[in-house]
């Protein structure tokens, strides 16, 4: 007898009793579980932040990953021209973009504040 059969004896069982089926149920139920959980919803909000992206227009107020706030003053195929203050623009990727913001809001709820 194997030491690796010794916990399923103690718990009333022989390894005999377990069918081969048994294992790939187990994985494809944990599969099916962890899909689920996990995968399921990151694509969906990966879908959500890409079709935010192709909704930024000129004049929303964004908010980048370096919390940067400003003005889309320009858009292109792969970066945005923003207007961060009076005569200051600088140019970011599209995928910095996190939050689109309300014109007339500050600065989201989410975000500490000093």
């Known amino acids: 007898m ?24 187990w994985l494809g139920l944990m599969f099916v579980i962890m899909y689920v959980i996990l995968i399921r919803p990151q694509k969906r909000r990966e879908q959500e932040r890409q079709e935010m992206l192709r909704n930024v227009k000129t004049g929303d ?18 970066t945005f021209s923003i207007k961060i203050a009076d005569k200051i623009k600088v140019e970011a990727v599209r995928g910095s973009v996190t939050q689109l913001l309300d014109k007339g809001a500050e600065m989201p709820d989410d975000v500490p504040q000093r």
Request: proline share 7%; net charge neutral; hydrophobic share 50%.
């Open 2 to 25: 194997s030491s690796m059969h010794w916990p399923m004896i103690a718990m009333g069982g022989s390894p005999e009793q377990q069918s081969p089926a048994f294992l790939f149920i």
């Open 61 to 78: 107020k964004v908010m980048f990953a370096g919390g940067l706030i400003g003005i889309i003053s320009n858009v292109s195929d792969k």
